[in-house]
Antibody, heavy 119, light 107 residues
């Protein structure tokens, strides 16, 4: 059974750092495209970052230069290192597996972890 | 970035009703459109991908249609468990973007 479990969220001051983890089971993270998607309170979903199976990474303009996505293959875990956090980064962060050939989509999501940036 | 606009933003309906939610893209996205259902405090769940393909395990009362810029999600006969927020997503161009969501409430 495919499962994604995020952890690492919490309260952090503006300018601080946090690292999120997403532990996967039932499939191999390194063989898939894996994304982070966030949802600010009362707002819609916003794609944040992706790491491709080949290791290439891409980011939304809103987090480029501050966030870094990575994975640990032997732990089958995805990470999101978040630096220089801003109040507007407050959100529930989800990891998701991206599937599909021509038309990609997220077929499995974690339960989310809440990041609150506040002084 | 491609903007995705859903209508309505919220909708009240009764069990058994037929409901249609619309998603419009700011430019053509071919059939690169997905629909998700989200309940409070829960992760999104994939319903429809590639505009009209039903995800495995999703009830057949859900259907999707459209191409280019205009898309619809239809629930043929609302069930109590269908009251949730529905979001569309385009994966045609980088960065992928989502609609703002349509909240479906019980009348």
């Amino acid at each position: 059974e495919v499962q994604l479990v995020e952890s690492g969220g919490g309260l952090v001051q503006p300018g601080g750092s946090l690292r999120l983890s997403c532990a996967a089971s039932g499939f191999t993270v390194s063989s898939n495209y894996m994304s982070w998607v966030r949802q600010a309170p009362g707002k819609g979903l916003e794609w944040v970052s992706v790491i491709y199976s080949g290791g290439n990474t891409y980011y939304a303009d809103s987090v480029k230069g501050r966030f870094t996505v990575s994975r640990h293959d032997s732990k089958n875990t995805l990470y999101l290192q978040m630096n220089s956090l801003r109040v507007e980064d407050t959100a529930v962060y989800y990891c998701a597996r991206e599937r599909g050939g021509t038309v990609t989509h997220f077929d499995y999501w974690g339960q989310g972890t809440l990041v609150t940036v506040s002084s | 970035d491609i903007q995705m606009t859903q209508s309505p933003s919220s909708l009240s309906a009764s069990v058994g009703d037929r409901v249609t939610i619309t998603c419009r893209a700011s430019q053509s996205i071919s059939s690169h459109l997905n629909w998700y259902q989200q309940k409070p405090g829960r992760a999104p769940k994939l319903l429809i991908y590639a505009a009209s393909s039903l995800q495995s395990g999703v009830p057949s009362r859900f259907s999707g249609s459209g191409y280019g810029t205009d898309f619809t999600l239809t629930i043929s006969s609302l069930q109590p468990e269908d009251f949730a927020t529905y979001s569309c997503q385009q994966t045609y161009s980088f960065p992928q973007t989502f609609g703002q969501g349509t909240r479906l409430e019980i009348k």
